[in-house]
C-alpha cells in the first residue's frame, strides 16, 4: 500500500533524472558572439537568350585569394607572449609614549600613582607575483562585417574533443587589409581589439580546478 502511494513520486523523480542525463549528454554549442558568418546569398541572374556575355558571369583575372568580403574566411596565426611581474614591500611602524608624574593629593605626594603609558604598532608585507602565457598555433576565422575605412571585423572559434575533454579557443578582433598576407593568413599580433579566449570543459578541466574548499581558503573571505 505504502508503494502504490509512492508510486506516482518515484516516477517523477525518474523522469527528472532522465532529463537531467540527457541534458548532460547533449553537447553544449557554442557562442553565438564567435559564430562564423555566411556570406551574402545573391539572388540569381536570370539569362539574356539574346546576348554572349550574361551578367554576373564575370571573373577577375587578376584577383588574389585574401580575404575582404563577409562571410571569407581567414586564418590567424597564433603566436601571443605575456610577462608579467609585480613586487610590493610596505613596512608602517608607529609608536607613542605616554608618561604621568608623581601626583598630589591633599597636599601629599602619593608616588604609588605614578604610571606610564607606551604603545607600538608595526605591520610589515612583501610580495612578489610573476605570470607568463604562451600561445602558439592557428585558427581560421570569417569576415563578420567590412567598416567603412575598409577594415574587416572577423570571428570564430575551434572546438577539440580529446579523451572526454573538450579544448576551444575563440577569437574576434578587427584585421587591416594590407597585413594579410598572400597566403591569407594574418598574425594575431596585428588584430586590434583582439578578444582571445583559450579554454576546455571535462575530465581534464575539472582536474586542474580547486576544490570548493581551497577557493574559500584562497577567496577574500577568508580573515587571515
Not at 85 to 96: G, I, L, P, R
Not at 176 to 186: A, F, K, L, T, W
Amino acid at each position: 500500500m505504502i508503494f502504490k502511494q509512492r508510486r506516482p513520486y518515484i516516477l517523477l523523480c525518474l523522469i527528472a533524472l532522465a532529463g537531467t542525463l540527457t541534458g548532460c549528454a547533449t553537447p553544449k554549442g557554442g557562442d553565438t558572439k564567435y559564430l562564423a558568418t555566411r556570406p551574402i546569398e545573391v539572388a540569381p541572374v536570370k539569362n539574356n537568350t539574346g546576348s554572349i556575355y550574361q551578367a554576373g558571369t564575370s571573373l577577375a583575372l587578376f584577383e588574389d585569394i585574401k580575404a575582404k568580403r563577409v562571410g571569407d574566411i581567414l586564418t590567424i596565426v597564433l603566436d601571443e607572449r605575456t610577462n608579467a611581474e609585480k613586487t610590493a614591500d610596505t613596512t608602517v611602524d608607529k609608536s607613542s609614549e605616554t608618561g604621568i608624574g608623581v601626583p598630589k593629593l591633599f597636599g601629599q605626594v602619593v608616588p604609588e600613582m605614578e604610571n606610564s603609558l607606551s604603545a607600538g604598532h608595526k605591520f610589515e608585507t612583501e610580495g612578489d607575483s610573476k605570470q607568463s602565457n604562451k600561445l602558439e598555433g592557428s585558427i581560421t576565422v570569417t569576415v563578420a562585417r567590412v567598416l567603412s575605412n575598409g577594415n574587416l571585423v572577423v570571428q570564430g572559434e575551434k572546438w577539440i574533443t580529446i579523451n572526454h575533454g573538450e579544448e576551444f579557443i575563440r577569437i574576434r578582433g578587427v584585421v587591416r587589409p594590407m597585413d594579410i598576407g598572400s597566403d591569407n593568413s594574418v598574425s594575431s599580433t596585428k588584430v586590434a581589439d583582439a578578444q582571445i579566449l583559450y579554454s576546455g570543459k571535462g575530465t581534464l578541466a575539472r582536474a586542474n580546478k580547486p576544490g570548493w574548499l581551497t577557493e574559500f581558503f584562497l577567496s577574500p573571505l577568508m580573515p587571515f
